[in-house]
């Protein structure tokens, strides 16, 4: 037989809370002629029992009915369901504290920024040491802040060699440029990559062209087709981001985005370039869109890690017109335009695949040619050629 003292002592808990259990008749102390109150090794079992049940999450009151068999087994359910999301949550916590500790992947935690915070992600990870332009290729392309330097190098190990970074043709670029109906005497040309377009609208015009990309490679090697097709005194080049394009404002009559605006979204790229164009000045750009109303799962999911920002045409249409634009017209981009980007990239991922084995970068760039391989039609760039009101 056990004092109170010393039943409270074995089973770990307070005097008081063992006269409440007994005030609730889970406990029967009996008291001793000395008028001590003493318990039985039942009484240490069925408080056991009851600490066990409480482990699963019951109440005292829920134990007791649990005890008398008269829980409703909803309760019991409800206790499960209310368990099984916080132990969700915290492998939630657990997954992104290893991957801030650098111990795990931290791909989903940035895919998953990108979609509900972006602009708080791409300043976060400027605050953990990355600058711009290698924050917004962390959202881009590795989603992974602790592989990134590797995933890059492999990544332009990819690329570097080749003459399209995006999907681009000579005659879609030339078709845009027809849609303008205007002479312009100066270009501002956004993400030009190695210039594929760059020197097309130079020899449908006469304008001044001021080509800009933030990567130094491509500019270098635009820089050599400017000179190797007499354009220097029209072309000239800017290595500067397109989210700090420090032009004068009205200093452009058009302003051209190939596959490019994506980067800083979109709806910031129509409303932050738009003090740039003269008043009637024109923006053409090329964006990623939903051709069907029922892509398939692969696309859906795909999209949804790569380019969450993805829209259908309409979408990108309202969007042209909130930001103060009138459409001129829209088109989609030729299968050729993609043929041109994926299949020398497909080319170059073959040669480089068995040299970079386990590469995340490598098995991306594949995941994503074929998919454009099966799906393409399902969603594809579109031209959106729009005149600032
Ligand atoms: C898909 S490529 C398109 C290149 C080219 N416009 C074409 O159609 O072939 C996107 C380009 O945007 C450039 N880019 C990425 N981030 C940028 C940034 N923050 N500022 C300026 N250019 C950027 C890349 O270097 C690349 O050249």
């Not at 005890?67 to 099984?84: N, P, T």
């Not at 910031?268 to 738009?274: M, P, Q």
């Amino acid at each position: 037989m056990y004092r109170i003292s010393e039943l409270a002592s074995l089973v770990g808990l307070s005097r008081t809370a063992l006269l409440y259990y007994e005030k609730l008749n889970l406990i029967k102390g009996k008291r001793l002629e000395n008028g001590y109150r003493v318990y039985s090794d039942r009484d240490v079992q069925q408080i056991r029992l009851i600490q066990q049940l409480q482990s699963g999450g019951l109440t005292l009151a829920e134990c007791k009915s649990c005890l008398e068999s008269k829980l409703d087994k909803s309760v019991l359910r409800l206790r499960y369901d209310e368990l099984d999301n916080e132990i969700k949550r915290k492998q939630k916590s657990l997954a992104l504290l290893a991957c801030l500790l650098g111990d795990k992947t931290s791909k989903p935690w940035h895919e998953t920024l990108a979609e509900i915070a972006p602009d708080a992600h791409i300043d976060w990870l400027k605050v953990q040491g990355f600058d711009e332009k290698q924050a917004l290729r962390v959202k881009w392309l590795s989603k992974d802040m602790n592989e990134h330097d590797k995933y890059m190098q492999d990544f332009m190990s990819v690329f570097e060699t080749l003459e399209f970074w995006g999907p681009n043709s000579e005659d879609d670029t030339t078709k845009a440029f027809n849609w303008l109906n205007l002479n312009p005497m100066r270009i501002l040309e956004v993400g030009c990559g190695k210039g594929n377009s760059t020197i097309v609208i130079a020899k449908l015009s006469n304008a001044e062209i001021v080509a800009t990309d933030n990567e130094k490679l491509a500019l270098e090697q635009l820089e050599d087709k400017i000179k190797s097709h007499g354009l220097d005194n029209r072309i000239t080049t800017e290595c500067v981001s397109m989210t700090e394009l420090n032009f004068a404002k009205g200093a452009f009559d058009v302003i051209w985005a190939e596959a490019s605006a994506y980067v800083m979204g979109v709806e910031n790229a129509l409303s932050k370039w738009k003090p740039l164009l003269k008043d009637g000045g024109l923006l053409v750009f090329s964006d990623l869109a939903w051709l069907t109303d029922k892509p398939s799962k692969e696309s859906i999911n795909h999209w949804k890690s790569d380019y969450p920002d993805i829209q259908t045409i309409e979408t990108r249409k309202l969007q042209i017109a909130k930001a103060g634009y009138q459409l001129e017209h829209t088109f989609t981009v030729s299968e050729q335009a993609w043929k041109n980007y994926y299949e020398p990239l497909e080319e170059r991922l073959h040669k480089v695949a068995a040299m970079m084995k386990n590469s995340q970068a490598i098995a991306d760039i594949q995941n994503e040619v074929n998919l454009y391989k099966s799906h393409l039609g399902e969603f594809g760039y579109q031209f959106f050629i729009a005149k600032k009101l």
